[in-house]
């Protein structure tokens, strides 16, 4: 979504759950914001319930290029922004953030949750002539910082419906505090009906692994939960009649990296989300009244 010239900017930060933890050195050209000295509690309260057991898996986003931004809004009949500044929020293993700060004219920021996820994106762009600052900060503690830009573009992609209530606040502060008035903010986002048919078995999924010992490793509580819901797809035709599109999502997801279902299934806030309030637009609109 756009945010057009002359809209007002939210200037409020509301109270942080964590402590900002971030280091900066400034002068790098590749600039790496370690918080290793973060409280471990501190951080799963800004992780809010997100899994961060197991990283995520690689993918390329192309809807998070700049270029392909500008080309869309060409086609729709609108003057695009120049992105000299541009950033990604939870941007996972970084192969989108890497290859947009790369290939691409704009200087780029990013953070992610995962220290795992901020060390593979260093390493694809170093030795490279990248602009990229790639934070492992969480949300609460980037969003807050006073020492970012104006962006001429923020991208997140699947994100916005994995993450929490609190989380979302943040994202849209960030987005009203520091894009720049004709600026471009890209959210995907996940909408019912088109997950309905997942939310049975992701229910079926969590409960499995929830009632699993504690103790046991994520991945082997995944594994178990997915044998046990692939022999009640199995067993139970009563249950899979009952709910339409079941079973064919069952078959999409059951051969899926492990890594993939952490992040898609397994995180503490509900995954699937389709009213208009709740979505992005909904809460840029309710930001954009505040004003
Ligand atoms: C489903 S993954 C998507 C990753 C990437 N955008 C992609 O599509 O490949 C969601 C990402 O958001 C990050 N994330 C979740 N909660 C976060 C938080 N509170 N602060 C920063 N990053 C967060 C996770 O670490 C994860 O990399």
């Known amino acids: ?31 790496a914001v370690d918080d290793a000295d973060a409280n471990a509690a501190e951080r799963a309260d800004c992780a809010e319930g997100y899994v961060e057991e197991i990283p995520y898996t690689y993918g390329y986003h192309p809807d998070l290029d700049p270029a392909r931004m500008q080309a869309a809004l ?4 609108i003057e695009p922004p120049e992105v000299a500044t541009a950033c990604e929020l939870g941007y996972g293993q970084g192969l989108s953030l890497a290859i947009h700060a790369v ?10 949750l995962l220290a795992a996820h ?28 006073d020492d970012l830009p104006q962006f001429d573009f923020i991208g997140l992609y699947g994100v916005w419906s994995w993450v929490s209530e609190a989380n979302r606040d943040c994202i849209v502060r960030f987005a009203a505090r520091r894009l720049r008035p004709g600026g471009v903010l890209f959210v995907s ?3 019912l009906p088109g997950w309905a048919p997942m939310s049975p078995l992701r229910e079926l999924l969590v409960a499995h692994a929830a009632a699993q010992p504690s103790a046991m ?26 709910h339409p599109g079941l079973e064919a999502e069952w078959r999409t997801i059951r051969h ?13 806030a509900p995954v699937h989300r389709g009213s208009r309030a709740r979505s992005p637009a909904g809460a840029w609109r309710s930001v954009s009244r505040r004003c």
């Open 1 to 31: 979504m756009a945010s057009g010239p002359g809209r007002c900017i939210h200037r409020g930060i509301h109270a942080l759950p964590c402590k900002d933890a971030a280091k900066h050195r400034p002068g790098d050209t590749i600039r």
């Open 74 to 77: 060409r086609r729709a009949g």
């Open 103 to 112: 290939a691409g004219r704009a200087r780029w920021w990013g953070t992610d």
């Open 118 to 145: 901020a060390a593979n994106v260093r390493a694809l762009v170093a030795g490279t002539a990248a602009r990229l600052e790639a934070a492992d900060q969480p949300f609460a503690v980037f969003c807050a910082r």
């Open 189 to 191: 986002y996940n909408a």
């Open 217 to 242: 490793p994520l991945a082997a509580r995944i594994e178990a939960a997915m044998a046990h819901a692939g022999a009640r797809v199995l067993r139970d035709a009563a249950w899979v009649e009952a």
């Open 256 to 268: 899926k990296d492990v890594a993939y279902l952490a992040h898609e299934f397994f995180n503490a």
